[in-house]
């Protein structure tokens, strides 16, 4: 086994697990990362405890952004809202939270 692997966060029976579902999900993650850490972090309890639970922060998104169709099936878009107007997007796959699109800023489609 190599020395320095990182460890993957564990995830409870009863918690939903997160997935990129895009490579621009991915680099989204990992731009916000590198600028907003801590409100990241903090943001993975929420959507793994309870990713279709309303709160000031989390909930559907409207209009024509509040669904899409992906492999054949429409699927309802929901937005965690960080500070700067930053946002993850985001649809719920059985007991996955599917990260669909990142944003370090308040993305044009919403304004």
Known sequence: MPKGKRVERS???TEYAIQFGTREAERGWGDLL???????????????RDPN????TMHPLKGKL??????GGVRERWQY?????????????GRTVVLE???????????
């Open 81 to 93: 809202e960080l500070s700067g107007g930053a946002g993850i997007w985001y649809y719920v796959s």
């Open 34 to 48: 590198a600028v907003q850490r801590n409100v990241l972090t903090a943001a993975w309890d929420p959507l793994s």
């Open 101 to 111: 699109q990142v944003h370090t800023r308040h993305p044009n489609q919403t304004k």
């Open 11 to 13: 995830v409870e029976s």
């Open 53 to 56: 639970e309303v709160t000031p």
């Open 66 to 71: 509040a669904t899409f169709t992906h492999n």
